[in-house]
C-alpha cells in the first residue's frame, strides 16, 4: 500500500449532514482496499477563481491514506458521478 492525499471541494450551499455524508463515502471507497488516516475539514474558503460562473467558494476536505492503486479509480468515479464535489485531487504522498 502507498500512502495518498486527496483535498476536494464541496459545493458551498450543502448541510452539515451533507457533507458529512460525502465524507463518510470517501472514507468507505477508501476502507475497501486501504486505510484512512487524517480526515481535516478546512471549512468553507474562497476559491481562486469562479467555478462554473456559480461558486465563488467552496467547503475543503483534505483526506490522508493508505491504500492499493484500485482505489484511486473508485475515489475518481465517485468523484465523476457525484454532482456535490466541484473539485478534486489525488496525490501521491511517497516522493
Known amino acids: 500500500m502507498r500512502a495518498y492525499e486527496t483535498l476536494f471541494v464541496l459545493k ?17 471507497v477508501i476502507e475497501t482496499a486501504g486505510t484512512v488516516g487524517k480526515v481535516d475539514e478546512w471549512g468553507k474558503r474562497k476559491l481562486a477563481y469562479d467555478i462554473d460562473k456559480k461558486y465563488q467558494e467552496g467547503y475543503y476536505v483534505l483526506v490522508e491514506f493508505n491504500a492499493e492503486n484500485s482505489v484511486l479509480d473508485a475515489l475518481d468515479h465517485l468523484y465523476k458521478i457525484t454532482e456535490s464535489f466541484i473539485r ?8
Do not use: W, Y
Open 12 to 28: 458551498p450551499d450543502l448541510e452539515k449532514e451533507t457533507i458529512e455524508e460525502l465524507i463518510g463515502k470517501v472514507k468507505a
Open 88 to 95: 478534486n485531487i489525488i496525490i501521491n504522498k511517497e516522493k
